[in-house]
């Protein structure tokens, strides 16, 4: 099993993984992150278009698109979603749970309501 984790809600990072220069190869010292060595040149683009694009709307579509040639070359085969469960005190506030990051990234802005 492999399993891995985004390291920000910005998914741009993880997708480059994937592009067909980050198989590890002499050219790049054998220290490239696409371990599975899938190239694809639609995905390449895909990629590099994403990097470049501004607009979150666009950008959302170009990674739901990287998404699917991922899932129908069977480059990866996601098996399992780990949910994570919180249970907080009524009198506990500004927390702000998120999937990025510890459930503690924020406890400065906690309090306790009276």
Not at 6 to 34: E, M, V, Y
Not at 39 to 48: A, F, G, I, K, T
Not at 59 to 85: E, K
Request: hydrophobic share 45%; aromatic share 8%.
């Amino acid at each position: 099993m492999l399993a891995t984790t985004l390291g920000s809600p910005d998914p741009q990072a993880d997708l480059q993984r994937f592009i067909t220069s980050q198989i590890a190869q002499k050219a790049n010292h054998w220290s490239g992150r696409n371990i599975v060595r899938w190239s694809n040149p639609v995905y390449d683009q895909l990629w590099m278009h994403g990097a470049a694009e501004g607009d979150p709307v666009k950008r959302a579509s170009l990674v739901i698109q990287m998404n699917d040639l991922l899932i129908d070359d069977v480059v990866i085969i996601p098996i399992v979603w780990r949910n994570g469960v919180r249970a907080v005190n009524r009198t506990l506030s500004g927390m702000a749970p998120t999937s990025w990051d510890s459930d503690v990234w924020d406890v400065a802005c906690w309090y306790r309501q009276a």
